[in-house]
Structures are given as structure tokens and as C-alpha cells.
């Protein structure tokens, strides 16, 4: 009996590598968008058949071959959940600098925070070092332009994403993401704006956030420089020298050589040559696809696997039109693959009723899947109340909720099995999905996962359980409110 057993366990983990090496070889090609075997379901029941779930070397191997990206093997990533200690980092990475800064955020503030680190990208520019800053136009709104022109003048280069007068017709699509990188060696992620609420602590600012940010090194840091350079194109920003990355309108774009010296006659004419050859590429891609820029992916290169022991991470930087049906698949390949736990932090809360049926399979499986959400204290009541309307079907199939109670919530994290973690700037609504430029970082590293595991039991601890009994009995208008914003999440 026992052998037989084995035999069974040896072809389903057989059956289920095959699945993922198929859906890999599928993925190497540059689609339109993930092949139809590569969906969400499919990719979930694969994660499932795999007896080790996230732990398995197949599982990494589909993930990346979905995404289409490299797997970078990574130094240990620095986990924040402090806005203090994360700006304070921050400003040591940006004294650093010796060639570049690239700041990308859709809320850059013109507060303390704000101030501080534009005297620090200031300091950067005075001593030669490049220095970009993306805010997005309607995120930043409230910043005066006399912030912008201090920048500009001491020569940082600044643009805002989608201003009304540049993409009338997508002013819905903003960009979300929030990253910093220097001189291409060191990045940060997450969920953290730039702006005074961000980045105090919660024990010594009663209007502070809690939110969380990564520091990366290494290549992924470099890759991080070419999803930024995406939003750059978008906003007309002069291309950026050494990056390959995808354009909106044109395509694979390729930066201009890199050179130590700029100013030499070498590189002069290195130049003219990048222009010449850049302008006859971008026309021809215009007449053989105007849209491909929306939807290649990013041609960055094979590479292999990590073995199990080797921390890595996958870039997740999804966009309107391109990386969105990746982004789904991946999460639900990790819903899949759970075995013991999968627990969500995220501010706002209205996916699909699709991503509902897949947690609460996940929960009737036996994996502890819990959801850490907003209070009142959230800063948009209409997409609390779309999320309690999904609150008693989530409840009654053993998904545990918590409401924080301590600030107001922004952290967006995901912790699998204490093997994978996931932070980034999306959320789990329907803007996130569709609408908005984000930046997620997939960590396959049981210390980072234990952080991300310990951080949520210090938030839950602050929290308020949901429990179905009492749930049941709130009054006629809060199941009202929350069954019309349910019914709503798509325009939230």
C-alpha cells in the first residue's frame, strides 16, 4: 500500500512538473497576453497538484515562466514596516549615489517628507549625479509648483504621469507604483508615498500610516530601473542611457549607450548613431503595430531558476494593456499552492467574485487563509463597505477577517507557507487590475516570508476579529451600503 501510495504521489508530482515545463515553454514566446493555458485556473490547479505547493522547484519555474521575466538571485531584502526607519534608509541610498537616482511615486508631497527628500535629490544633482522624479499628475495634484520648479531649477529632471492636456482620454490610468532606485545597485518597493503621513511611525504620529516597503539588491535592481523608465517614456521624458525596457506607443525600446564619459567625442557620436538607428526602429514599429508597446512583454533575457536555497525575486510590474493577465495568474498560482497558510494584508479590498471563490476553496482545503483589511479609519469608506459585502461568503468557508485598528492601513502584502512573500504597490480592486502602472516584488526567501509573517501577527494584534455571529447581526443600512458598493467595485 505504501508503494502505491508513492507511485501516486510520484505521477501527480510528475504530472503537475510537466504542467508547469509546458506552461514554461509557452510563456517563452513574446504574446499578446498569457495563453489560454496559462490562466488563472489552469494555473491554480497546477500549484495544487504540486505535493510541495510553493515549495517545490516546479512552482518557481511556473511563476516565472507566467510572468516572462527572470528569476533574480538575491542578497537578503530588508523589510520595512516603519515609515521612519524606511525614509531614513532611503536618505542613506540617496547620499550614496554616485551616477543615478530614479524616484517614481504617485503622491510625492511638498510637507516634511517631501522637503527632506527633495533636499536630498538636490544635493545629488549639485555634485553630477542624474537624478529623474515621476510623480503622477493627479496623485501629486496638491503639491504647489513652486516644489516642481525648485526641483527643476537645481536640476533634477521632473516629470508627471498622464497630465490631462497630454492623455485626455486615459486620465483613469494613473500610475501607481512606488520605487526608488540608485545608480541601478539598490532599489525600494512597496506601498509607501512620499509624504509626511507615510513616513512617521505609528507609536509617535497619530495621523501615520502603517505601510511597508523592500530594499533590494542586486540585478533586480537594474530591472526596477527599466519599469521605470516605462512610466519615464509615458511621461516624455528623455530616454535613459543603458535600459531596454517597453514603450507605450512604440515597443522594445533601447536606451542610449551608457559611457563614462559623456561629453567625449566617442560618446557624441555613439549618440547620433543610438538616435539615428532609434528613430527608423520606432517608425517601423509604428507602422507594424501602433499598440505593441501595450502589449509585448519586455525582452529581459533568459535566465535560469535559482535552486530552492537561494533567495530570489520576481519583478511583477503589471500596466493598462500589458502584465495584467500575468499578474492574475501568478496570484492565483499562489492561492493555489498554499498548503498552510496564506495571509493577505491590503487596504482595499473589491476583487472579483472569481478571487473570492478561489480563497474560500483555499480555506475548505484547510489552508489558514486570513485577510487583514481597514477599520473606519480608512481613508475611502466606500471601498470598506464593497469589501463587507463580501464579508459573510468569506466567512461562513473559513476565512478568518481582521479589521486594523491602530492607524490607518496602506501595507499591500501577501506571506504563503512562510516560503514566499509578495509586496508591492497593488491592491486588490479593480483599479489595481486594470487601470493603474504597478510594481510588486515576488520573494521566494523563508526569512523574508517570516518577517512578513511576524509583522502581520504584531497588526492582527491590533486588530478587531470579524466573527460571523456578530456580523450577521449589523442593521439593514450597513447591509444595504455594503451590498450597493459590492455591486460597485468595478467603478471604485
Not at 521612519?84 to 543615478?100: D, L, N, P, T, Y
Not at 516642481?148 to 492636456?165: E, I, K, N, S, Y
Not at 559611457?259 to 539615428?276: C, D, G, N, T, Y
Request: positive net charge.
Amino acid at each position: 500500500m505504501a508503494d502505491t501510495n508513492d507511485n501516486v504521489s510520484a505521477n501527480a508530482h510528475a504530472t503537475a512538473t510537466a504542467d508547469a515545463k509546458a506552461a514554461s515553454s509557452a510563456a517563452l514566446v513574446k504574446t499578446r497576453r498569457v495563453p489560454r493555458e496559462l490562466r488563472a485556473w489552469k494555473a491554480l490547479r497546477v500549484a495544487r497538484q504540486l505535493p510541495d505547493g510553493v515549495s517545490d522547484p516546479a512552482f518557481r519555474a511556473l511563476v516565472q515562466r507566467i510572468d516572462g521575466g527572470p528569476m533574480h538571485t538575491s542578497p537578503p531584502v530588508a523589510l520595512y514596516a516603519d515609515g521612519e526607519a524606511a525614509f531614513a534608509r532611503m536618505g542613506e541610498a540617496i547620499a550614496s549615489a554616485v551616477r543615478e537616482v530614479l524616484v517614481e511615486t504617485y503622491i510625492l508631497r511638498d510637507d516634511r517628507i517631501g522637503e527632506a527628500v527633495q533636499t536630498a535629490l538636490l544635493a545629488c544633482a549639485a555634485r553630477g549625479v542624474r537624478v529623474c522624479v515621476l510623480a503622477d499628475a493627479v496623485g501629486s495634484f496638491t503639491t504647489r509648483e513652486r516644489f516642481w520648479d525648485r526641483l527643476t531649477a537645481g536640476g533634477v529632471a521632473v516629470r508627471h504621469f498622464h497630465r490631462f492636456w497630454h492623455h485626455p482620454l486615459e486620465a483613469l490610468r494613473r500610475d501607481h507604483r512606488k520605487l526608488l532606485v540608485v545608480d541601478r545597485r539598490v532599489a525600494f518597493t512597496g506601498g509607501m508615498n512620499i509624504a509626511e503621513e507615510y513616513g512617521s511611525s505609528i507609536r509617535r504620529h497619530h495621523d501615520a500610516w502603517r505601510d511597508s516597503a523592500v530594499e533590494l539588491r542586486g540585478t533586480v535592481a537594474e530591472e526596477l530601473a527599466a519599469v521605470f523608465a516605462e512610466g519615464w517614456d509615458r511621461a516624455r521624458g528623455e530616454p535613459l542611457p543603458g535600459l531596454e525596457y517597453v514603450s507605450w506607443a512604440d515597443g522594445v525600446v533601447h536606451g542610449p549607450p551608457r559611457v563614462e564619459r559623456p561629453f567625449s567625442a566617442r560618446a557624441l557620436s555613439a549618440r547620433v548613431q543610438w538616435q539615428v538607428q532609434s528613430r527608423l526602429a520606432r517608425r517601423l514599429a509604428r507602422r507594424r503595430d501602433r499598440t505593441r508597446g501595450r502589449l509585448v512583454r519586455r525582452p529581459l533575457g533568459e535566465t535560469g531558476t535559482p535552486d530552492g536555497d537561494e533567495p530570489s525575486v520576481l519583478v511583477l510590474d503589471p500596466r493598462p494593456g500589458r502584465a495584467q493577465r500575468e499578474t492574475l495568474t501568478i496570484l492565483a498560482a499562489l492561492v493555489g499552492g498554499a498548503r498552510k497558510r496564506l495571509w493577505i494584508t491590503t487596504p482595499y479590498f473589491a476583487p472579483p467574485t472569481r478571487a473570492l471563490r478561489m480563497l474560500a476553496a483555499a480555506a475548505a482545503r484547510g489552508v489558514d487563509v486570513r485577510l487583514l483589511l481597514p477599520s473606519a479609519r480608512t481613508d475611502v469608506p466606500l471601498v470598506r463597505h464593497a469589501a463587507h459585502g463580501a464579508y459573510g461568503m468569506l466567512l461562513k468557508r473559513g476565512v478568518r477577517i481582521y479589521e486594523y485598528a491602530a492607524a490607518t492601513l496602506h501595507a499591500k502584502t501577501l506571506v504563503v507557507d512562510d516560503v514566499v512573500g509578495l509586496i508591492g504597490s497593488s491592491n486588490l480592486d479593480f483599479r489595481s487590475f486594470w487601470l493603474n502602472a504597478e510594481c510588486n516584488v515576488l520573494v521566494f526567501d523563508e526569512g523574508f516570508a517570516g518577517e512578513l509573517a511576524e509583522d502581520f501577527l504584531e497588526d492582527v494584534a491590533d486588530s478587531v476579529e470579524i466573527v460571523a455571529s456578530d456580523w450577521e447581526a449589523r442593521g439593514l443600512g450597513h447591509r444595504l451600503l455594503d451590498a450597493g458598493a459590492r455591486a460597485m467595485r468595478w467603478a471604485l
